[in-house]
Each structure stands twice: as C-alpha cells, then as structure tokens.
C-alpha cells in the first residue's frame, strides 16, 4: 500500500471549479462592461443599494411608531432606566408553604423567575389561599387586597 503525504492531497476531479474572471479582453465574452451592463450605480465599483432601501420612500422603520424613553412600559429595554418588570401571577405562589417569604431569591429558587436581579411584579390572576409574607417591586392593587384578605403581608422592595 502507497503511503500518503499531505503535500499529495488534492481535491477529487470536477469537485473545484475556477473561479470566472471577468474583464478581461472581449475575446473572453466577459471583456468591457464584464457583466454589469451600462452605467449605474450597480456598473460602479462598490455600487448597488442596501437590502432595506426602498427607493426613495420612506423607511419602514421611520414609518413604525416609536415609543422611547425610561418611563414609558414599553420602551426599548436597554439602559440603566429599563422600567421593565417580569410579572407573576398569584396562581404561581400556590408552591409556598404558609408562613413562607416570598421574595426575588425563593422565586429563583421555585424557577419561576430566571435572576434575582430581575424587578417582580405580583399580578392578581389565580388565588391564594394561604397567609404569605411576599416581597417584590411592584403589587397591582387587586392583587395586594387578596394577599392581606387571606392575612399575608406585602413588601415593596
């Protein structure tokens, strides 16, 4: 059996295919214009339009309606201001044993929030029907009654 050597390798026949070179005399039939037609932003060197130009209409994303800044709910979620807070319903305590604190850490560790660092905010969907101490950064005011109905206590962090 023949060894083989790296300087031997070689792709298999037909497997690479030359690349075309264009411009380079008429006889070739890609000579003069080399394909690109006549004029034009498209003939010139580095020519041709971005994928989101839209030949002089206004851009879509210039069309869309924006909403910016720290204060609005639904602004861009970048920046130390973010207002942004992940929202967990009442039916998602029901896995805290009475007497229990709720709060950032323990819902991490439940896995209903992913960070600790995430802003929680307890909405009223579901019931509870147990007396919890809950602890998060904001309460929607129907869920903070049912919380205090049943004896709980809430804290803003």
């Not at 005399?25 to 989101?52: I, L, N």
């Not at 998602?92 to 995430?118: D, H, N, W």
């Not at 909405?123 to 998060?136: I, K």
Request: hydrophobic share 40%; glycine share 14%; with cysteine.
């Amino acid at each position: 059996m023949a060894e083989i050597f790296q300087h031997d390798l070689q792709p298999a026949p037909g497997a690479r295919k030359a690349k075309k070179r264009v411009g380079r005399g008429e006889g070739s039939g890609w000579g003069k214009t080399a394909g690109r037609g006549h004029k034009g932003a498209k003939s010139r060197s580095g020519g041709g339009v971005p994928a989101r130009y839209e030949g002089g209409q206004m851009p879509l994303h210039m069309r869309l309606p924006k909403l910016r800044g720290p204060s609005a709910k639904t602004s861009m979620a970048i920046g130390p201001f973010r207002t942004y807070m992940t929202p967990v319903n009442l039916s998602r305590l029901e896995c805290f044993a009475a007497g229990e604190v709720v709060s950032p850490e323990t819902l991490v560790e439940k896995g209903i929030v992913k960070s600790p660092a995430e802003r929680v905010k307890i909405l009223a969907v579901g019931e509870v029907n147990r007396a919890l101490t809950v602890r998060a950064h904001g309460f929607s005011a129907a869920a903070k009654a049912k919380i205090e109905a049943v004896g709980g206590t809430v804290e803003i962090l």
